[in-house]
């Protein structure tokens, strides 16, 4: 059963920098697509960015440039780069492994609280 743990949250300032990251375990099959999401209390989880297997990314519209989602090498890690961060995008981070067929399960992890101050 794939396990995700995501890290790197924290508290940052206005326009600051984080990168998170998404470790990937317990499989041996190759890592699927993958996505980041953010969710507001009393909102609904939001998509941020996605990568598929083939390192294809896309991003939403509210990103314009300031985020970017990566892996490094053969690593089972996938990172969220996040800048210029505004007050707004406090969230709760979450990484997803997309389902590899149609009846294949999705795996979510934990998440990891991002707190930005003005």
């Known amino acids: 059963q794939v396990h995700l743990v995501e890290s790197g949250g924290g508290l940052v300032q206005a326009g600051g920098s984080l990168r998170l990251s998404c470790a990937r375990s317990g499989s041996i099959a190759r890592m699927g697509a993958m996505a980041w999401y953010r969710q507001v209390p009393g909102k609904q989880r939001e998509l941020v960015a996605t990568?598929?297997?083939?390192?294809?990314?896309t991003y939403a519209d509210f990103v314009k440039g300031r985020f970017a989602i990566f892996r490094e090498g053969a690593e089972d890690t996938v990172y969220l780069q996040l800048n210029m961060l505004q007050p707004e995008e406090t969230a709760v981070y979450y990484c997803?492994?997309?389902?590899?067929?149609?009846?294949?399960?999705?795996?979510w992890g934990q998440g990891t609280q991002v707190t930005v101050s003005s």
């Open positions: 990568m598929g297997r083939d390192s294809t990314t």
């Open positions: 997803k492994e997309e389902r590899a067929c149609l009846n294949c399960p999705e795996y």
